[in-house]
């Protein structure tokens, strides 16, 4: 669900970046997607997070939430979404590597080799999608965004072993939107001015990619290893080929379908030894009251 969800974004970021401004949509997503988490989070009685649990959400909402989406926004403006989801797909390798050093997971030999695999594939996607040109400032915009996304899920990760993945999502997509809050006035000016079909996007963006995949991705990550998390991501570039293909009318060449089975492979490789599950400490999970 994470990566589908995650996929369908970059094809309705490139549709409502036609009227928002990346830090506007980045807002108004984010702002979408703190509604619905909310509300969510009330009546499941989740509660707030335990306190041990709040730096990780605070580190990850500036950077994922707020950060990423602002420069992933305003590199989809120079990118196509084929490019985009490739140049973003270098951060299950910082995922990976920064998940050994930080969190001691080491580099199991499958994970790497099914990495340098998918990564081969997603490089082969992003240039066979690409529209040729790709500006300098929207791959290193991307850049900045995959780098924020690993360090972000090595600082979520520790966070997870204390509160619910709806816990620790919901803060960070809070802490995100108040990070964003500066482009409030944007936001307002272009929601006047912008198309329905815009502003549905927009608020797709913030329910299903946000609310509902950054929560999917979080009970995932709480559960298997931050190396093996990210390089299942490695299929996102091969849907988004296809969705903007479908409703973008980016036609993907031969070498897209190549790559796609290179990333699938990736995959199969980077996870065939078995998922590893982290010892939990079941109280503020399955607790309400060490919950609340």
């Given at each position: 669900?994470?990566?589908?969800l995650?996929?369908?974004?970059f094809?309705?970021?490139r549709?409502?970046?036609e009227?928002?401004?990346?830090?506007a949509?980045?807002?108004g997503r984010l702002?979408s997607?703190?509604?619905?988490?909310?509300?969510?989070?009330?009546?499941?009685?989740?509660?707030?997070?335990?306190?041990?649990?709040?730096?990780?959400?605070?580190?990850?909402?500036v950077?994922?939430?707020?950060?990423?989406?602002?420069?992933?926004?305003?590199?989809?403006r120079?990118?196509?979404?084929g490019?985009?989801?490739?140049?973003?797909?270098?951060g299950?390798?910082l995922?990976?590597i920064l998940?050994?050093?930080?969190?001691?997971?080491?580099?199991?030999a499958?994970l790497?080799?099914?990495?340098?695999?998918?990564f081969?594939?997603?490089?082969?996607v992003?240039l066979?999608?690409?529209?040729g040109?790709?500006?300098?400032?929207?791959?290193?915009l991307?850049?900045?965004?995959a780098?924020?996304?690993?360090?972000?899920?090595?600082a979520?990760?520790?966070?997870?072993?204390?509160?619910t993945a709806?816990?620790?999502?919901?803060?960070?997509?809070?802490?995100?939107a108040?990070?964003?809050l500066p482009f409030?006035?944007?936001?307002?000016?272009?929601?006047a001015?912008?198309?329905?079909?815009?502003t549905?996007?927009?608020?797709?963006?913030?329910?299903?990619?946000?609310a509902?995949?950054?929560?999917?991705?979080a009970?995932?990550?709480a559960?298997?290893?931050?190396?093996?998390?990210g390089?299942?991501t490695?299929?996102?570039?091969?849907?988004v080929?296809?969705?903007?293909?479908l409703?973008?009318?980016?036609?993907?060449?031969a070498l897209?379908a190549?790559?796609?089975?290179?990333?699938?492979?990736?995959v199969?490789?980077?996870?065939?030894g078995?998922i590893k599950?982290q010892?939990?400490d079941?109280?503020p999970?399955?607790?309400?009251?060490?919950?609340?």
């Amino acid at each position: 669900m994470t990566v589908v969800l995650w996929a369908s974004a970059f094809v309705f970021i490139r549709a409502a970046g036609e009227h928002f401004s990346p830090g506007a949509l980045a807002l108004g997503r984010l702002l979408s997607g703190a509604v619905a988490l909310g509300v969510i989070l009330l009546i499941a009685g989740g509660g707030l997070p335990p306190r041990a649990a709040w730096r990780g959400i605070g580190i990850s909402g500036v950077l994922w939430f707020g950060i990423y989406m602002v420069a992933l926004n305003w590199g989809e403006r120079y990118l196509d979404a084929g490019t985009a989801s490739m140049v973003i797909n270098i951060g299950p390798v910082l995922i990976a590597i920064l998940g050994g050093l930080v969190l001691g997971e080491g580099f199991p030999a499958r994970l790497m080799a099914g990495i340098a695999v998918s990564f081969t594939g997603v490089v082969v996607v992003g240039l066979s999608s690409s529209n040729g040109g790709a500006a300098v400032l929207g791959v290193v915009l991307c850049v900045v965004a995959a780098a924020t996304w690993a360090v972000a899920t090595v600082a979520q990760k520790p966070a997870l072993a204390h509160a619910t993945a709806l816990q620790v999502t919901t803060g960070g997509c809070v802490v995100g939107a108040i990070t964003c809050l500066p482009f409030a006035g944007r936001l307002a000016d272009e929601v006047a001015d912008a198309p329905l079909p815009a502003t549905a996007s927009l608020v797709y963006l913030g329910v299903f990619p946000t609310a509902l995949a950054f929560t999917t991705w979080a009970y995932a990550l709480a559960r298997t290893t931050a190396g093996q998390m990210g390089a299942t991501t490695y299929t996102v570039p091969a849907l988004v080929v296809a969705m903007s293909w479908l409703t973008l009318d980016e036609v993907p060449g031969a070498l897209a379908a190549v790559g796609g089975l290179l990333c699938l492979a990736g995959v199969a490789i980077a996870r065939s030894g078995g998922i590893k599950t982290q010892p939990r400490d079941p109280s503020p999970v399955e607790s309400p009251e060490a919950a609340s």
